[in-house]
């Protein structure tokens, strides 16, 4: 008897509903004039239909019959509305805290744990980033001197390295000066894949196929806060003066040093994105001078994400250049551009790139690219790998002014470190600095 009950409730609930006669709700108003007295003259109104309606709705809303089966389904649809707003914040909450947790996974340092690990079972208290700056390339690091005059050397099996400081413990250490194989070496052929002789300790120092290098400035290249590779330029030795006097004569062409006032006024052309690209393209004019980026990894990568880095810089580079034409026609537009920059990708195929490990880039005087690369540089007896060559120079100077030149560079720190650089190049008289170094 409960179903027939229940039915006959809910048919009953509708037509009292429709049954029942509002109260009607009088009202007075005052009426003011100068013939009577608004206290003592009222008119009674009644409500108007639309107010009467609007109160019936709102009396409605607030309480709804539980057996309708219209509000039913609208607290069903409230329900599903309010669980699925709950699965969407705990779904963005499970993604953020993935994001999270893969973000810290990448950015720990295996090699740093496991030491540290090994450290604590043998009852050794030692911090690994001072074992790791006691190495360089296999060679013991000393410091001598403190202060401004302090200088880091590595020593071992009779050769001696300076050393500069990088500002990470990942790579603690870059060479102030490199040997690389020189591009007029007759047992070279240009464009096939080879081995270039290493500064052997039998071979030390400038010989008929090595070249010496000097370090203009360093810095991190960082993507987000993730440090990702220390990179600095070189300069070959043989080429400061050269680069010294084009420095000085872009400020002062009459003068062989810069006074402070001029240094500043050279710093910020540097550091403008317009006028640091007019710079650097004269000081990379061909035939010009020699100059190399050395990069070390600070955590383990490979050649894929080197490249993407590389190319996405060449990349930045072409879109300011047509920018500047205001949609024209630049030298980048070419096809043989196009399969140059191909080239350059196929050179980094396919390979690891462990922490600690160097990539050297070159460019000669008629601006053609060398890849160059060692795995593990504190195995002194390792060659240094040529990974390949590429003769159109307009690859290489992209790639120099991602470092060097324009609004938005892959390395802010690089790019600070080597103006820094050539502040000190430009105090001194042209021709000076070559002769300190040697």
Same mark, same amino acid.
């Given at each position: 008897m409960a179903v027939p009950q229940r039915q006959t409730m809910r048919l009953l609930s509708q037509r009292l509903q429709c049954l029942s006669k509002p109260t009607v709700v009088r009202q007075t108003r005052s009426i003011s004039s100068r013939y009577s007295n608004a206290t003592k003259r009222t008119?009674?109104?009644?409500?108007?239909?639309?107010?009467?309606?609007?109160?019936?709705?709102?009396?409605?809303?607030g309480a709804r019959n539980p057996l309708d089966v219209r509000a039913a389904r609208i607290i069903d649809a409230e329900a599903k509305a309010h669980n699925l707003q709950r699965m969407r914040i705990a779904g963005m909450g499970l993604i953020l805290s993935m994001g999270g947790l893969a973000m810290v996974i990448f950015?720990?340092?295996?090699?740093? @744990?496991?030491?540290?690990?090994?450290?604590?079972?043998g009852g050794q208290q030692l911090d690994a980033s001072d074992e790791g700056n006691a190495r360089f390339q296999g060679k013991e690091v000393h410091v001598i001197g403190a202060g401004d005059g302090k200088r880091i050397v590595a020593s071992g099996a009779g050769e001696q390295v300076e050393l500069v400081e990088t500002g990470t413990s990942s790579v603690p250490h870059f060479p102030r000066t490199i040997y690389l194989p020189s591009s007029t070496d007759p047992t070279r052929i240009p464009g096939v894949v080879g081995v270039a002789q290493p500064n052997a300790d039998a071979n030390p120092g400038n010989t008929a196929n090595?070249?010496?290098?000097?370090?203009?400035?360093?810095?991190?290249?960082?993507?987000?806060?993730?440090?990702?590779?220390?990179?600095?330029?070189?300069?070959?030795?043989?080429?400061?003066?050269?680069?010294?006097?084009?420095?000085?004569?872009? +400020?002062?062409?009459?003068?062989?040093?810069l006074i402070p006032s001029e240094k500043e006024d050279l710093k910020k052309k540097l550091l403008d994105p317009e006028e640091s690209r007019? @710079?650097?393209?004269?000081?990379?004019?061909?035939?010009? @001078?020699?100059?190399?980026?050395?990069?070390?990894?600070?955590?383990?990568?490979?050649?894929?994400?080197?490249?993407?880095?590389?190319?996405s810089g060449i990349n930045n580079r072409t879109s300011e250049a047509r920018s500047l034409t205001q949609g024209g026609t630049t030298e980048y537009d070419s096809e043989e551009f196009g399969r140059s920059v191909q080239d350059l990708k196929a050179i980094f195929k396919g390979s690891n790139a462990p922490k600690g490990s160097v990539l050297v880039l070159s460019r000669d005087e008629r601006g053609t690219l060398d890849v160059l690369y060692q795995p593990k540089?504190?195995? %002194?007896?390792?060659?240094?790998?040529?990974?390949g060559s590429l003769p159109d120079e307009r690859v290489s100077r992209l790639l120099w002014f991602g470092y060097l030149a324009g609004?938005?560079?892959?390395?802010? %720190?690089?790019?600070? %470190?080597?103006?820094?650089?050539?502040?000190?190049? +430009?105090?001194?008289?042209?021709?000076?600095?070559?002769?300190?170094?040697?």
């Open positions: 008119v009674t109104t009644a409500p108007s239909p639309t107010s009467h309606l609007h109160e019936q709705l709102s009396a409605g809303a950015n720990l340092d295996l090699d740093s @744990i496991e030491q540290a690990e090994k450290q604590r079972k090595q070249e010496e290098y000097t370090l203009v400035g360093l810095g991190i290249r960082t993507v987000m806060w993730i440090q990702v590779y220390v990179v600095g330029m070189y300069v070959r030795t043989n080429d400061i003066t050269a680069l010294q006097a084009k420095l000085v004569r872009n +400020v002062n062409p009459t003068a062989s040093a007019a @710079i650097w393209a004269e000081l990379l004019a061909v035939p010009g @001078i020699k100059t190399a980026f050395r990069i070390s990894p600070t955590r383990s990568t490979n050649f894929s994400h080197l490249r993407d880095g590389f190319v540089p504190e195995q %002194g007896d390792q060659a240094m790998e040529r990974l609004a938005k560079v892959s390395s802010q %720190g690089a790019r600070d %470190g080597i103006v820094n650089g050539c502040m000190e190049f +430009v105090e001194r008289p042209v021709g000076s600095v070559e002769t300190m170094v040697h």
